[in-house]
């Protein structure tokens, strides 16, 4: 079941060590867009999944993230948000993972239970040959020999 939240405000996300991120809600409009962001667009065709995921994440997070608390400069003075700030803030793991798993993971399962739902029409498996044989005419060679 698909559960709608119709609420349009943006919400805090806590995602450890004293960060909080404030969000808008990832709609079809910001992963659209996201996925039109030069940065992903320039990204190679040989890049790894990893890297691809890197650079939506970044994507989607410099249109969602309009505020945060506990991000500061080396000095520990909050800075404002910046895509420059997101970006460096999303190269650190532990808060790639966090906003990955709090922010884009539910809208990413349901495009995967949507992808898996309906079989690809050219997938790895669109142009393979049964190669199995039913039992019943494996028994009927055997006694012809």
């Known amino acids: 079941m698909i559960r709608l939240d119709l609420s349009a405000?943006?919400?805090w996300l806590d995602l450890g060590a004293g960060l909080r991120l404030h969000v808008l809600p990832v709609t079809t409009a910001i992963m659209v867009a996201a996925r039109t962001d030069p940065a992903v667009e320039a990204l190679p065709e040989e890049a790894s999944r990893e890297e691809q995921?890197?650079?939506m994440a970044k994507a989607v997070a410099r249109r969602v993230v309009i505020g945060?608390?506990?991000v500061g400069d080396a000095g520990g003075n909050p800075v404002p948000v910046t895509p420059e700030?997101?970006?460096a803030a999303l190269d650190i793991?532990?808060?790639f993972e966090a906003f990955q798993t709090r922010c884009l993971a539910p809208h990413l399962?349901?495009?995967a239970e949507k992808?898996?739902?309906a079989p690809s029409p050219n997938g790895s498996s669109a142009g393979a040959k049964a190669t199995a044989r039913p039992a019943k005419a494996r028994v009927r060679t055997a006694r012809r020999g």
Do not use: H, Q
Request: net charge negative; hydrophobic share 50%; proline share 10%.
């Open 9 to 11: 405000e943006p919400k």
């Open 68 to 70: 945060w608390e506990g």
């Open 109 to 111: 399962m349901l495009d």
């Open 115 to 117: 992808n898996a739902s």
């Open 53 to 55: 995921a890197l650079v």
């Open 93 to 95: 793991w532990p808060v």
């Open 85 to 87: 700030g997101i970006d």
